[in-house]
């Protein structure tokens, strides 16, 4: 097999690693939030930061999940600087202020390796208001990896559920000969997957319960109008900042 196959083959082996009782578990969580009239927030750093992104105000999605997100998150203000960003405890402070952290809430901090300081501070803070936390990272790796946090502990040995997402160590899955380092990080296609999976259980836990949550219906297509929409974001507009004109804060 050529380098593309052996990497489609690399992304088939990691879904096909998922393991279903853990999102269970996590779908748990997300539903008792849900149910309690809470907020789903959903933090990474990084690449990972794109994972909050992807289950963020996306058609087919929920609507009640708040995305942490940042210049300094991402690559806006230089890449060495993200990298800097997440590697300092008192990041959290220049972040945390501006959300709105409640016990009914529920919590997903992305961190493929787990061992880096600003995720596993958020999920500390987290946990200090009294939600669950679901971590999704690279299990394997971070078993392996020493801890960057003051505490010593890595985000999986804070968290209430660990979604795995089974990806090689380093992430890269892919090896060709004369090129000194691995190709193809797979933690992304995988992170998406188990969020989107475990959402998706969620939804029909609640369903069921004759409790189905709101979900975002695409405008680009059917009968949806943008005032529609509007009007679903300003029944969140209290609990999430990027929901209100402008994404001002409090």
């Not at 009782?21 to 809470?38: C, F």
């Not at 880096?116 to 971590?135: D, F, Y």
């Not at 990806?167 to 190709?183: M, S």
């Amino acid at each position: 097999m050529d380098s593309a196959e052996r990497y489609l083959a690399s992304v088939r082996r990691a879904l096909d690693d998922i393991c279903f009782e853990q999102v269970e578990q996590a779908a748990g969580v997300i539903a008792e939030a849900l149910r309690n009239d809470g907020i789903i927030h959903v933090f990474g750093s990084g690449h990972s930061s794109l994972l909050a992104q992807e289950v963020f105000f996306r058609a087919g999605g929920l609507v009640a999940v708040n995305a942490i997100l940042d210049a300094r998150l991402g690559f806006e203000r230089g890449a060495v600087e993200s990298t800097e960003f997440e590697r300092r405890v008192d990041s959290a402070d220049l972040l945390i202020h501006r959300e709105s952290f409640r016990t009914n809430d529920a919590g997903v901090v992305i961190s493929n390796s787990g061992r880096n300081p600003l995720p596993i501070e958020i999920a500390v803070r987290m946990n200090a208001s009294g939600m669950k936390v679901i971590a999704l990272t690279n299990l394997t790796q971070s078993r392996q990896s020493k801890s960057h946090h003051p505490s010593g502990k890595r985000l999986f040995e804070i968290a209430h559920v660990i979604l795995d997402n089974h990806c090689p160590c380093g992430d890269a899955a892919i090896t060709i000969e004369g090129v000194p380092a691995a190709l193809g990080p797979l933690s992304t296609i995988a992170g998406a997957a188990l969020l989107h999976s475990t959402f998706l259980r969620a939804v029909e836990v609640l369903a069921r319960e004759g409790r189905s949550p709101d979900v975002f219906v695409t405008v680009n297509m059917g009968s949806l109008m943008l005032d529609d929409l509007k009007q679903l974001l300003a029944r969140y507009q209290n609990r999430i900042r990027y929901y209100r004109p402008g994404g001002k804060a409090d």
